[in-house]
């Protein structure tokens, strides 16, 4: 183990604190061994050559030693220690100073350290021999027995804790943290190999005590020991990467967050993670295979390496996810401002194979301490702010509390929706169900169809609002049991209706998730064809919101299913962005006026004009429209006079199981023959 300092430069605000120490070290080194070593002299005559090829040995191998890669701490393996001890153990404690401190001298100038780094090494390995020499002179090393054995590990384990603990002390200096964090930062790896090297000493002493000649053979098992560290610091580094990239994987990002948050913490710095990911990158790998859209990836990992500022990590979380760790920040707005480079570089399209490919994406980002203050927080908070961009339709978003739909009780209320889920649609005590809307025509009064509306009744909570509903799932897998239970259940019960004489049209919403994954239109074909219903038979409900988050993704979804023959309807009409665009661009059945317009329209004029141009504009273009939201005559009376095609809502009917709406329909029938057909 080797000094602390990973440079020979040190920050100026901690120069006097670590200078101080790193006196204070070569200072009680000196103390401790200035009278051994003064007598020295009139040692050497007497040594055996066992001291000599052992000292020759020492400063030898040091001359190149190992040095892993990405430690700060420990930041080479050092075999002269074993002849070292191995000297000390044997001739005393001054013979091992002098020959530890030549290897120093030799290796310092080999690495090109400063000189007062190499007089900090030596003043801790004097320490550290210091330390072990006074607990091995409990032993009897003439004649070795089981308690001598133990005196010798005692006196290794004195050894390691001096040396270990005095660079963990310079380590803090110089670069700050926690105590704790630093300390235990390359325990593992320092305990595996410093401690093999220790232990073989006591056997090295043996055998030379029966010829000098054996000695060059503990040579073997130091390079096995160098081997060992050098493949275990490779594997360990390795571990840290991604094989597809080179960059950082989850591991070494966790690695480089621990590092450097005690720094930020103690300081009062800012230090930013952003979390990217690509839009529309199933495609890629779906259009021209999996080789081309690895080739992408790294394309884009070179991109994002080349965006961020030196001292910045770029790392690969898997699949088309990325993310950055930004220190030494000085605000929230720097974070955003690393997030639009990021976001620049990826503007322009990657060739591959002479194809260009767009690529694209949305940058989430959290910054700490206001954003968390463990890897954890911040790496879930920079997930949140990037699903909060898509869903927005933005590119970038920072972090913001009410975009957060994980608190405690949604995340219990989360995994109780996933336990429900999983139990399945069978048996009485059913939590998900389908209730059903009607939707009449004003015109003829008939029923042209339901809207499915998805309900839980929590065992105990009771009935959950369907938007908290809604916004539990969506951020999570979730979300896709759920459409699937929704889809399942509602084409099972329009067939089952079919199938009892009644043709209904069955509208179901579907979310954002949803529509940015083609799999609902192979499910949705699928069940389908397994009850033989017509595909007009189904219609989905998307909302513009879901439009904006991103519109490539969900026109390419929309098209598969216009293809397959499901109608699509635009919910929530009048709430979003670009409403003129989405309906000449999108293969639309009918829109769906805003339940907050329609409420309001009889005693606001501005609302009742706005529903009166959706009607005109949808009318134009060939559209259905459907009013959701009619809870009253005048209601009613004000949308035909418009020319509304469709009503929704309480003035005909509340939602209702499956079972209700058929005894409601026939009741309805009876008041009014123009019922649904038959």
């Not at 339709?393 to 739909?405: C, F, L, N, Q």
């Not at 839980?456 to 999570?476: C, F, K, N, T, Y």
């Amino acid at each position: 183990m080797e000094a602390a300092a990973s440079r020979n430069s040190v920050p100026p605000e901690r120069a006097r604190p670590f200078f101080a120490f790193v006196l204070a070290v070569i200072t009680v080194a000196a103390l401790l061994c200035v009278v051994p070593l003064a007598r020295l002299p009139g040692q050497l005559p007497d040594l055996p050559a066992a001291f000599w090829v052992m000292a020759g040995l020492a400063v030898l191998v040091d001359a190149r030693p190992f040095t892993p890669p990405g430690r700060r701490q420990s930041s080479a393996v050092f075999p002269s220690t074993c002849f070292s001890f191995a000297i000390m153990l044997g001739w005393g404690l001054a013979p091992a100073v002098a020959v530890q401190a030549a290897a120093v001298v030799v290796s310092s100038w080999r690495m090109r350290h400063a000189w007062w780094r190499a007089a900090f090494n030596i003043g801790q390995y004097a320490l550290a021999l210091s330390a072990a020499y006074a607990v091995s002179r409990l032993a009897d090393l003439d004649t070795i027995g089981w308690g001598d054995v133990v005196v010798v590990a005692a006196a290794a384990a004195a050894w390691f804790l001096v040396k270990y603990g005095s660079v963990t002390v310079a380590v803090r200096l110089l670069f700050g943290g926690r105590w704790w964090a630093t300390f235990r930062q390359g325990l593992p790896f320092e305990l595996l190999s410093i401690g093999a090297l220790l232990l073989l000493s006591p056997v090295m002493l043996a055998a030379a005590e029966t010829s000098a000649a054996l000695i060059p053979l503990a040579l073997v098992p130091l390079y096995a020991v160098y081997r060992m560290a050098r493949l275990s610091a490779e594997q360990e580094q390795l571990s840290r990467l991604d094989p597809l990239t080179g960059l950082a994987n989850r591991k070494g990002l966790l690695g480089e967050v621990v590092d450097q948050l005690p720094a930020h913490a103690e300081r009062g710095a800012h230090l930013a993670l952003l979390v990217l990911d690509l839009d529309r990158f199933k495609h890629v790998n779906d259009a021209l295979g999996h080789a081309v859209g690895d080739r992408l990836l790294v394309e884009v990992g070179g991109r994002l390496t080349g965006a961020v500022r030196p001292g910045d990590v770029v790392a690969r979380l898997g699949g088309d996810e990325f993310a950055i760790l930004a220190p030494r920040l000085t605000s929230v707005d720097d974070g955003r401002d690393l997030a639009a480079r990021v976001v620049a570089a990826l503007t322009q399209p990657v060739a591959l194979d002479g194809l260009p490919l767009d690529v694209s994406g949305s940058v989430g980002v959290a910054v700490y301490p206001a954003h968390g203050e463990d890897f954890a927080t911040l790496l879930r908070h920079a997930d949140v702010a990037m699903y909060d961009a898509k869903h927005r339709g933005d590119t970038i978003a920072v972090y913001a509390p009410e975009s957060d739909h994980n608190s405690p009780e949604r995340l219990s209320l989360l995994a109780d929706l996933r336990q429900a889920l999983d139990c399945g649609p069978a048996g009485g005590d059913r939590q998900i169900t389908m209730y059903y809307q009607p939707q009449i025509a004003i015109d003829t009064g008939e029923v042209v169809g339901v809207e499915a509306l998805l309900r839980w009744r929590h065992p105990r909570h009771g009935m959950v609002d369907p938007e908290e509903l809604i916004r539990v799932a969506e951020q999570s897998a979730v979300m896709r049991l759920l459409t699937r239970r929704v889809v399942d259940d509602v084409v099972e019960q329009v067939a089952k209706w079919s199938a009892a004489g009644l043709k209904l049209r069955a509208a179901l919403n579907v979310s954002v998730r949803d529509l940015h994954d083609g799999e609902i239109a192979d499910q949705i074909a699928d069940r389908l064809a397994r009850y033989a219903l017509p595909a007009e038979r189904l219609q989905l409900e998307i909302t513009e919101g879901a439009l904006m988050a991103d519109p490539r993704r969900v026109l390419a979804t929309i098209a598969r299913l216009d293809k397959i023959g499901v109608a699509i309807a635009l919910d929530d009409f009048g709430t979003g962005y670009s409403s003129m665009q989405h309906l000449r661009r999108l293969p639309l059945a009918e829109v769906k006026v805003d339940r907050s317009f329609v409420l309001g329209m009889s005693n606001d004029a501005d609302d009742a004009a706005i529903v009166r141009s959706v009607i005109e504009l949808a009318g134009a273009l060939g559209l259905r429209v459907v009013a959701e939201g009619v809870e009253d005559e005048r209601t009613w009376r004000l949308l035909h006079a418009a020319g509304c095609h469709v009503a929704q809502g309480w003035f005909y009917a509340r939602p209702m199981p499956p079972d209700e709406l058929v005894t409601w329909l026939a009741r309805y029938r009876a008041i009014n023959p123009n019922g649904p057909a038959t």
